[in-house]
């Protein structure tokens, strides 16, 4: 019956349990012991644990964010790339580590062996904190505006970009941002990756190809560039598009244009799209890593300037 208990609670919690809720109900400390030794259970943080079999697909990285806020006590709350993942918003490459922060005013844990996050100690404001699915962490503008600071430009206008693109800030929470990097470090860049913020980018890739195509100097006239027939029908939307040349890059990328029905719907859209006229580029994760190699593809397939 405990343990009935406890895969409930476990389930309203992305399949992770804490040693306090185990005892409640009805287990001993020896119990819970013998089972992460047996490997029945897996352990997530100090004190948090998860039935083997109750973790699934991103509740496995959400559950490891909240094991680690409940480890560390009462005002420990999720931040930086942990309070991305929470919001949903992207544009870094995933990580293992989980980062908190601890109050200010109290000391920062020391806790050799164990396999607790990174913590940090943040100043934040009160509106600062909210909740998702009942962990605390920072808000999404107080979020992105923390990751800025630490990243480069091109991960730091992708966050800005997903961000903007979810609906979670908008150009008017933006505008703030300035104020709110006043004096800290990173403040410089943080505010000259703004200007390069768009939220019509529907990926960290679409991000990345655009920044490449603006440092080659051939920056595209527009984002999410609508093709229509002569009656006004959509045939297909180009992620960046050169109107001049009639050209349109598509950032290809593994999740959305990977299953076989999107591999044939994308087959037909460009076969619309090339019959109207247009030219289709295609570039993936490993060509947006090569500085060169999409402006100068880009540039090659613009017609010859008379």
Sequence with gaps: MPLELIRRVAASQDGMVTTRQALAAGLTRDQIRQLWRSGRWTRLARGCFAPVGELHGAATARARIRAAVASLGPGAFAVLDSALDLHGIAGLRRSSAVHVSVPVDRPRPQRTGDPSPVIHQLTVAAGDIVEVAGIPTTSPLRTVTDVILRQGRYPAVSVLDSALNSGLVTCEDLATVPTLVRGRRGAPAARS??????????????????????????????????????????????????????????????????????????????????????????????????????????????????
């Design 193 to 306: 990756h703004l200007g390069e913020a768009d939220g019509r980018a529907q990926s960290p890739l679409e991000t990345w190809a655009r920044l490449r195509c603006v440092d080659g100097g051939v920056p595209p006239d527009v984002l999410q560039l609508e093709v229509r027939d002569r009656d006004g029908h959509l045939l297909g939307v180009g992620d960046l598009g050169w109107r001049a040349a009639r050209l349109i890059a598509e950032a290809d990328g593994a999740g959305p244009h990977s299953t076989p029905d999107a591999l044939f719907a994308d087959r037909r859209r460009q076969n619309r799209l090339v019959n109207a006229g247009w030219r289709i580029l295609r570039f993936t994760w490993s060509d947006a890593l090569r500085p060169d190699y999409i402006p100068q593809t880009i540039r090659q397939a613009m017609p010859p300037t008379p």
